[in-house]
């Protein structure tokens, strides 16, 4: 049974073309939410991490919000150099476990 | 701090071989953890370690698979004996507390053919 589901599974934007990504999750009793992004080759890079519902955190052109049942990744006016896969990850109530989602794939052409 | 370090980079091993994969965390982080990621299965955590005690090996696949941590700065990965199926990207990651956010490697892409 998946844990978290993202969508959509790859994204093509123009550069300056804003849109979101999605996170939904099951777990009940979330202790956090986190988001990675993974470029080819690397490990996950942490971006932001979110605990209540309501919350929001931003870093440069992206933005997470979270709501009871998903979180939203906003990418204001992208560059190229946002294509990247973006993960999403849910702590439940059990300490130091993280599940996954499957990313979205995000390229950003010129 | 140069962040976590896994080594080797790449492995390439034929089946039926041991394979040992080999991190080091980032100094001060309590925990530990073992992720493995394919395009099948997405990012899965294998295994994670509190100040050097294993917690949760639920995600451990197969007695094929071992993992240790000796000392707060060393920990392994095993698979004997190694197979096909086995081929991924083995990525270690550590954190300061269990629920902060956690600081992965670069990952030990693994073959076995």
Not at chain 1, 53 to 62: C, F, I, P, Q, S
Not at chain 2, 60 to 71: G, I, L, Q, T, V
Request: with cysteine; hydrophobic share 30%.
């Amino acid at each position: 049974e998946d844990q978290v589901t993202q969508s959509p599974e790859a994204l093509r934007l123009q550069e300056g073309e804003s849109s979101s990504l999605n996170c939904s999750y099951t777990v009940s009793g979330l202790r956090g939410l986190f988001w990675y992004r993974q470029d080819p080759g690397k490990g996950p890079e942490f971006l932001f991490t979110l605990y209540s519902a309501g919350e929001e955190k931003e870093k440069e052109r992206l933005k997470a919000t979270l709501t009871k049942k998903e979180s939203f990744l906003h990418i204001t006016a992208p560059k190229p150099e946002d294509s990247a896969t973006y993960l999403c990850a849910v702590q439940p109530p059990t300490l130091g476990r993280l599940y996954f989602g499957r990313g979205t794939q995000l390229t950003v052409w010129p | 701090d140069a962040g976590v370090i896994q080594s080797p980079r790449h492995e390439v091993t034929e089946m039926g071989q041991e394979v040992t994969l080999r991190c080091k965390p980032i100094s001060g982080h309590d925990y530990l953890f073992w992720y493995r990621q394919t395009m099948m299965r997405g990012l899965e955590l294998l295994i994670y370690f509190n100040n050097n005690v294993p917690i949760d090996d639920s995600g451990m696949p197969e007695d094929r698979f071992s993992a240790k941590m000796p000392n707060a700065s060393f920990s392994t990965l095993k698979i004997q004996p190694s197979e096909p199926r086995d081929s991924a990207v083995y990525f270690c990651a550590s954190s300061p507390t269990a629920n902060t956010e956690a600081f992965f490697g670069q990952g030990t892409r693994l073959t076995v053919v």
